[in-house]
Nanobody
């Protein structure tokens, strides 16, 4: 499975960005797609996740109400809509996916940089 993340860039505080993550290869039986981020000097943290089947979503407290994850199954693509961005959201954002019953995310995208200016 290959993941291609895109959509990062520079945005002012209060603005919005939408990230995309397209999956290719053996995508059958994939369970969910998670979004993670890593800010400079900090550990990677969980942002949110969407279950491929059914579309249930879960978010970190820090982004709940501002970020929305959606999917397009026909395109094997997941989106991360980010609104009301703050400088604290500045990070490299990664998408990752895994097969059912696997506790670890096996497949990772290359990361896309989001920079929020004040």
């Amino acid at each position: 499975v290959q993941l291609q993340a895109s959509g990062g860039g520079l945005v002012q505080a209060g603005g919005s960005l939408r990230l995309s993550c397209a999956a290719s290869g053996r995508t059958a039986s994939l369970y969910d797609m998670g979004w993670f981020r890593q800010a400079p000097g900090k550990e990677r943290e969980f942002v949110g996740v969407i279950i491929w089947s059914g579309g249930s979503t879960y978010y970190a407290d820090s982004v709940r109400g501002r970020f929305t994850i959606s999917r397009d199954n026909a395109k094997n693509t997941v989106y991360l809509q980010m609104n009301s961005l703050t400088p604290g959201d500045t990070a490299v954002y990664y998408c990752a996916t895994r097969r059912a019953l696997n506790p670890k995310y096996d497949y990772w995208g290359q990361g896309t940089l989001v920079t929020v200016s004040s």
